[in-house]
């Protein structure tokens, strides 16, 4: 059990990181990981991680409430999960049933304004869970206020592959051309996607990876990312909010280094546009009669040179 002085540090601590955070990510998406891992080290089955981490979900859920997130990705089940025994997959359907239902109905979801919504190949899951993802979208589906995607049965590249295939299938059959193939059309065929790109991914449990999720809404919008080592149950506040100013110290370097780049890039179009100055006005100087043109063309060209320099 944590101690009254550990407590009472964390809380100053979470006060602390507050106050040096501005206004955070608009979408999050999270890799949950360390749930087995987190049982074992404890003593406990595999079950009793994932459930402990299904309490750190709704944790997450109020804490991106407080910081004004406004869309919450969350990888609960991967295609490579099905290749787990069967004694463990079961509790895990059980699981994700009841707490599909459960938020379905609970009052916070509703007073939030949360939209359910389900991301990966759920057909490929138990119909008892299927069930559950229709009953949560379905009870949900009127919100707007903040979005929560459950990524089921979910593979990225899974995902690429298969809107790609969807887009040559269309071009084989003549309802598109391949000219007109860009990021609409591949978006267009992707599972249903996220409102939002991706600003932030998190990943729990100590692996440095972000394992075949999100490629194109995370990876392709050069999202950033945050590593922690506790598992999955373990994750706390602090390191949501630590994770939230990774994310702002990595914006303001993105900003300073497109600054720097367009900068250089300004000079570099004044450079090219005084030499093709240059060469204009020689050509202009030995067609023009008299000296008093070709001194005033000089004199130009040497006041662009002087202005480029003091830049």
């Known amino acids: 059990m944590r101690s009254r002085l550990e407590t009472l540090f964390d809380s100053t601590y979470e006060r602390v990181l507050r106050r040096e955070i501005g206004d955070g990510p608009d979408h999050v998406a999270i890799i949950q990981d360390g749930n087995r891992r987190y049982a074992r080290s404890r003593g406990d089955d595999a079950p009793d991680g994932h459930r402990a981490g299904a309490d750190t979900t709704e944790r ?6 407080d910081l004004g997130v406004e ?4 990888y609960a089940f991967s295609t490579e999960n099905f290749d787990r025994p069967d ?8 699981l994700l049933e009841d707490k599909l239902r459960e938020f379905a109905d609970a009052d916070r979801v509703h007073e939030q304004g949360v939209c359910i919504r389900a991301l990966g190949d759920v057909e490929r899951l138990p119909e008892r869970v299927r069930d559950a993802v229709e009953y949560a979208e379905a009870r ?8 929560l995607n459950i990524a089921l049965a979910y593979g990225g590249r899974n995902e690429l592959l298969g809107a790609v295939r969807a887009v040559a299938r269309d071009v084989a059959d003549g309802d598109l051309a391949a000219d007109d193939v860009g990021v609409a059309e591949v978006e267009s065929r992707l599972y249903r996607r996220p409102v ?5 991914i998190i990943r729990t449990g100590g692996d440095e990876r972000t394992s075949n999720f999100l490629p194109w809404h995370a990876n392709g919008n050069e999202a950033a990312a945050y590593f922690c080592s506790p598992y999955w149950p373990e994750f706390s506040k602090v390191d949501f909010l630590r ?3 990774t994310y702002e110290a990595r914006e303001e370097s993105w900003r300073r280094t497109r600054a720097k780049r367009a ?7 004044a450079a ?12 202009l100087r030995d067609r023009l009669p008299g000296d008093a043109t070709g001194e005033e063309l000089n004199e130009a060209l040497e006041t662009g040179a002087a202005g480029e320099t003091a830049d």
């Open 272 to 283: 090219v546009e005084l030499d093709e100055a240059r060469a204009v006005a020689v050509r």
């Open 140 to 147: 949900t589906a009127g919100h707007d206020d903040f979005t």
């Open 263 to 269: 900068a250089a890039l300004v000079r570099s179009l």
């Open 60 to 65: 997450v859920l109020d804490w991106c409430g």
């Open 87 to 94: 004694d463990e997959l079961d509790p895990l359907f059980d």
């Open 71 to 74: 869309e919450l990705t969350l």
């Open 196 to 200: 939002r790109d991706v600003d932030l």
């Open 243 to 245: 994770s939230i100013r």
